[in-house]
């Protein structure tokens, strides 16, 4: 940054806005060394640095924009080029190249790794507790059209389900996440077709460094709970009934005490798709929804780490 650049930054922020307190709280450094190969030219350009592309999608996620509107963004607010690492005569990156950037992630299998190095520094820094999982999962609507009689959907690898409690059906995705209990930090993220049941993939949502799993009855099997307490844990999954086996009495308050306790990971969801507006996945096929949930993911943990730590 210039003199004038660095003044106008310190004259209009006082460093307590959440971007603000993400640039001392990560280690980019380990991020930019994590990138460092996905340098991309595009045609007739010098490349632009990894990391501040990464930085552009972060914010992308953050404030649900599309690569057009985060283009604008970029343009327009001081605070966004002074995240990503922009002076106020530099160009941005434009629309395509955060395409092409986006695509290049994908394709290198780079966003697990990310998410693993966030998880990495948010342990180190303390902030997450490891007193239990809380399992749950979230339905997200596919941007294409679902499939008719007449011809096939655009996107070949979303699925339609209804909606648990709710009338009509869903055409897309389903994000299933593993929440730290206390902290509201998401330690896993699986994203998966919309008609894949909740209990497929929950296995792979427990850390096995918690003391309590928290689940609804969605997740309830005599398998799983046999084996979590033979690791030691805390089962505390909603007991499921059957035409054989009403629940009892007893089974019906302890159901009700679990929802009140896991209804925090509610409060992660509904950050996720009021304020980071993760209601529709903007790409087609698996690959791609998956990215943008874990992109969402790394986002809503960083804006989580500013939020506990200010």
């Known amino acids: 940054m210039s003199l004038a650049e660095a003044f106008l930054g310190r004259k209009l922020s006082d460093g307590t806005s959440p971007l603000d307190r993400l640039t001392g709280l990560v280690k980019w450094y380990r991020f930019e060394k994590l990138l460092a190969r996905l340098r991309d030219s595009g045609p007739g350009r010098a490349a632009w640095p990894p990391l501040v592309l990464f930085k552009a999608l972060l914010l992308q996620s953050l404030y649900g924009l599309s690569d057009r509107e985060l283009e604008e963004a970029l343009g327009d607010r001081l605070s966004f080029r002074r995240f990503v690492g922009l002076g ?12 092409r950037f986006r695509t290049l992630l994908v394709g290198a299998g780079l966003l697990e790794t990310l998410f693993g190095e966030l998880d990495r520094q948010l342990e180190k820094a303390g902030v997450i507790l490891k007193r239990g999982t809380m399992l749950d999962a979230t339905l997200i609507d596919a941007v294409s059209t679902p499939p008719t009689a007449e011809r096939p959907s655009r996107d070949a690898d979303a699925r339609v389900t209804a909606r648990k409690g709710k009338s009509g059906l869903t055409f897309g995705y389903k994000a299933h996440v593993g929440v730290d209990e206390g902290s509201g930090l998401i330690r896993t993220v699986i994203t998966t077709p919309a008609n894949v049941n909740d209990t497929v993939v ?16 969605a997740y309830d099997t005599h398998t799983r709970r046999a084996r979590l307490k033979a690791e030691g844990k805390t089962v505390r999954i909603a007991r499921r ?14 159901n009700r005490l679990i929802a009140r306790r896991r209804s925090a990971v509610e409060t992660t969801f509904a950050t996720l798709k009021n304020r980071m507006k993760l209601t529709t996945i903007r790409y087609v096929g698996l ?7 874990t992109m969402a993911a790394i986002a809503f943990n960083m804006r989580r780490w500013a939020t506990i730590t200010r």
Request: no cysteine; glycine share 2%; hydrophobic share 35%.
């Open 88 to 99: 106020l005569e530099e160009t941005v990156p434009d629309h395509t190249v955060l395409s």
């Open 202 to 217: 929950a296995d792979r949502l427990v850390r096995g460094d918690e003391k309590t799993v928290w689940a609804d009855a």
């Open 241 to 254: 009934p059957n035409k054989h086996h009403p629940l009892s009495e007893r089974l019906k308050r302890y």
């Open 287 to 293: 690959a791609k929804a998956a990215a943008q949930v």
